[in-house]
């Protein structure tokens, strides 16, 4: 009896412990021919996980590894003459340097005022807005905009000094572990907020737009990369009973070009579409705040990490939208803002062009079906020298050159309103 309990004590302490990450590789391999490619691409169908996927012959492409799953990888990569360098050789240690550094700047700056520049909890984060809110009711709000698997608010903050304008909307933190996605987004908001009446660019930015930001629109994934699994991705939709895997890649859920290249039906790979178009909460609070604004959005903007990239709709095709010259042009003002105020080097054009096929994307039904012209996804830092593990003294730099960029592709878009 006694063991009987203690090995369920330990099945329940195994289930509950932190996903180790000790000895995990990240390791890049370049493509040469169709046949290693296509290998690459089937390995999306697997629980593999992609960290640049594969795009084209000659494209590097970069993916994690466990310790125990190495030689027989080389040997599948082997067999179709697949050379490969390892990019990263200890993932968990990364992680756990990470975590220093969080713990440090959190004890260094106890009882002081939010710091921007360390990473924070969804709870930390709310707790940002609502003081927003109680400081300045006038110009901010904050609306509950869904209710996630484990009973989080989707929280939508509203900046605005009137009503009716034109929207200016952004998704942050849809994939879980792109953490700078969520401190850029809040640090831009936080810009708007106090700079607003004694800054002459932000007031008017304030005073033409209603500015809506989704703050984390993946509670429970990102919820889960501090408790459990600092890598997940998806949502946490546990998924029937049976299913092998838990969680939906909420980017590949939208009704456009759903369940095509660049998506998954397997329920373990990293980019599973879900078992419908807006089967998840997640993307239908999305869904349903962008009817509930009636065509008022005039630019959108999906935050990602990391690869330094500034992208263009289509994700689901090679095709460039009609409005793709008034796209790109203003696009090229926004990434040359960016690159001026510290030289980060940005790639810039559609994502089906320059990165690789993403079906059932935001930024693609923001652009097709809410008919936002101005809609973007943007990768911020860094090119993987980091990639999701940005170091929290990275997020200032981050978050003041995506938003430069974003000043002067906003000043340029007032001009057409
Ligand atoms: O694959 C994705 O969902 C995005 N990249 S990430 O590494 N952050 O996962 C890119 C999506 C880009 N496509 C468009 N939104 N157009
Ligand atoms: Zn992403």
Same mark, same amino acid.
């Given at each position: 009896?006694?063991?009987? +309990?203690?090995?369920?004590? /330990?099945? @329940?302490?195994? &289930?509950?412990?932190?996903?180790? =990450?000790?000895?995990?590789?990240? *390791? ?74 969080? +713990?440090?700047?959190?004890? /260094?700056? @106890?009882?002081? &005022?939010?710091?921007?520049?360390? =990473?924070?909890?969804?709870?930390? *984060? ?81 005073? @033409? ?209």
């Amino acid at each position: 009896m006694k063991t009987v +309990l203690a090995a369920l004590m /330990l099945v @329940a302490a195994v &289930a509950a412990a932190k996903v180790d =990450y000790a000895g995990h590789m990240v *390791i890049r391999t370049t493509p040469t021919n169709d046949v290693q490619l296509n290998l690459l691409r089937r390995m999306q169908d697997t629980a593999i996980d992609f960290w640049q996927a594969p795009t084209f012959v000659g494209r590097a492409v970069d993916f994690r590894v466990e310790p125990q799953s190495y030689s027989e990888m080389a040997r599948t990569l082997d067999a179709v003459h697949l050379t490969h360098d390892i990019l990263h050789s200890d993932i968990g240690q990364m992680i756990d340097n990470e975590q220093q550094q969080i +713990l440090l700047r959190r004890a /260094l700056r @106890a009882g002081k &005022a939010f710091d921007f520049e360390n =990473y924070h909890t969804y709870e930390e *984060i709310v707790g940002l807005v609502d003081q927003w809110v109680m400081d300045k009711p006038g110009l901010v709000s904050k609306s509950v905009i869904g209710t996630t698997y484990e009973r989080r608010d989707i929280v939508m903050t509203t900046i605005r000094s009137g009503l009716n304008k034109p929207v200016f909307f952004f998704d942050c933190g849809i994939h879980a572990r792109e953490w700078i996605s969520p401190a850029t987004c809040i640090w831009i908001m936080n810009e708007l907020i106090y700079k607003y009446g004694n800054d002459a660019e932000i007031t008017s930015f304030v005073d @033409a737009f209603e500015w809506k930001f989704i703050p984390s629109i993946n509670p429970d994934g990102f919820a889960y990369t501090w408790s459990t699994g600092r890598l997940w991705r998806k949502n946490r939709n546990p998924l029937p009973l049976g299913t092998p895997c838990d969680g939906v890649d909420i980017n590949r859920n939208f009704a456009v070009g759903f369940g095509g290249s660049g998506a998954s039906g397997s329920t373990c790979s990293e980019i599973y579409y879900g078992k419908g178009a807006f089967s998840e909460l997640e993307s239908q609070a999305v869904r349903d705040v962008l009817a509930s604004l009636q065509g008022r959005v005039k630019a959108a903007i999906s935050m990602h990490s990391f690869s330094q990239l500034w992208l263009a709709p289509y994700g689901y095709n090679t095709q460039y939208p009609s409005n793709y010259t008034e796209m790109y042009r203003v696009m090229e003002i926004g990434v040359n803002a960016l690159t001026a105020t510290y030289g980060t080097v940005y790639e810039y054009g559609t994502t089906g062009t320059l990165l690789y096929f993403a079906s059932g994307v935001t930024t693609d039904y923001y652009y097709d079906a809410a008919q936002i012209v101005y809609s973007y996804t943007i990768e911020v830092r860094d090119t993987g020298v980091y990639g999701f593990e940005l170091p929290p003294d990275q997020i200032l730099p981050t978050a003041t050159e995506t938003w430069n960029g974003l000043k002067a592709f906003t000043a340029e878009i007032m001009k057409t309103l």
